[in-house]
């Protein structure tokens, strides 16, 4: 069996998924993709005090020594769903009638129009474990 | 006097530490042995800030080399021993490969869109496996993505 790297792999992929470009926006370790459809097997997830929590970093001990306040990406709209995909965890947002903001406590806020999305999370490689960026 | 004195209670302390983990290796099995080494590491570096530095992480063990690395930081790391970005772009920063002992290290270096308080931007450096050689294609990566899907249209 011939062995392909994986930037081999890479090149002669069909050329169908960057042909119809939809929009991405990016928050920190954030991405939003857009996608058609949210996908057919699905849980929808529930609000916390009304906010749509993407991403949450972590507690530090020297973050609560200074008191510093957690860090999240969220849309506080209440027009945005969120979802699960059933078997492979992925997340889905819808929003409905007109934009709404992805804010978070360091970052700039982005305005996204109504549409379906995966959120995507910034990982990085790890021998043992892969694990999510750092927020 | 003195000296006797010192070496009487170093060999004790050996002596009892070297109980301590023969017993937990017994009753608990090796792996508590490695857990509690590597929770003594921690500790140490923990006391003592200015502990690590670059040739003492490239002779330990690679549990223990990661989490030093980590703590230590990329960014020192790679300035201590002025290694070069083996790839550059514009957009998306520098891509480093370095070895540590037969370990191979690729990063990628990627700055934050939105400023801090003190308008500087934040810098990170993220760990992606060895195969990535650019470093649009290692940004790609740790969002699951290939180099022709990631283009973010807005980025904060």
Redesign the interface.
């Known amino acids: 069996m011939m062995y392909l790297p994986p930037h081999k792999i890479q090149a002669i992929l069909p050329t169908y998924l960057s042909s119809n470009k939809l929009a991405t926006y990016r928050q920190g370790d954030i991405l939003l993709m857009q996608k058609d459809s949210l996908p057919q097997w699905r849980r929808q997830l529930n609000t916390i005090r009304g906010r749509v929590i993407l991403a949450k970093s972590a507690i530090t001990i020297k973050g609560l020594l200074h008191r510093q306040p957690q860090h999240c990406h969220y849309f506080a709209a209440p027009n945005v769903q969120h979802y699960r995909e059933c078997g492979t965890g992925n997340i889905f947002i819808a929003i409905e009638n007109g934009p709404a903001e992805l804010l978070h406590q360091e970052h700039y806020g982005i305005s996204v129009p109504a549409g379906i999305y995966r959120v995507i999370r910034q990982r990085q490689w790890h021998p043992k474990t892969p694990r999510f960026a750092p927020d | 006097m003195y000296v006797l004195y010192l070496i009487t209670l170093a060999t004790v302390v050996f002596v009892v530490f070297s109980l301590t983990h023969a017993i937990a290796a017994i009753f608990f099995g090796t792996d508590i042995v490695l857990w509690l080494q590597f929770q003594m590491f921690r500790l140490r570096i923990w006391t003592r800030p200015n502990y690590l530095n670059a040739s003492l992480i490239r002779v330990l063990e ?1 549990a223990q080399r ?1 989490y030093a690395l980590e703590r230590f930081g990329y960014d020192r790391y790679i300035q201590s021993l002025q290694i070069k970005p083996d790839n550059y772009d514009e957009r998306y920063g520098y891509l480093y490969k370095f070895n540590i002992l037969n ?1 191979r290290y ?1 990063v990628v270096r990627v700055i ?3 400023p ?1 308080d003190d308008n500087s931007y934040s810098v ?1 450096y ?4 060895n ?3 650019f470093a649009h ?1 290692a940004v790609a ?16």
């Open positions: 690679p990661d370990e690729t934050n869109a939105s801090e990170h993220l760990r992606v496996p195969h990535i050689r294609e990566w740790t969002f699951h993505l290939t180099t022709k899907e990631y283009d973010p249209d807005i980025e904060t």
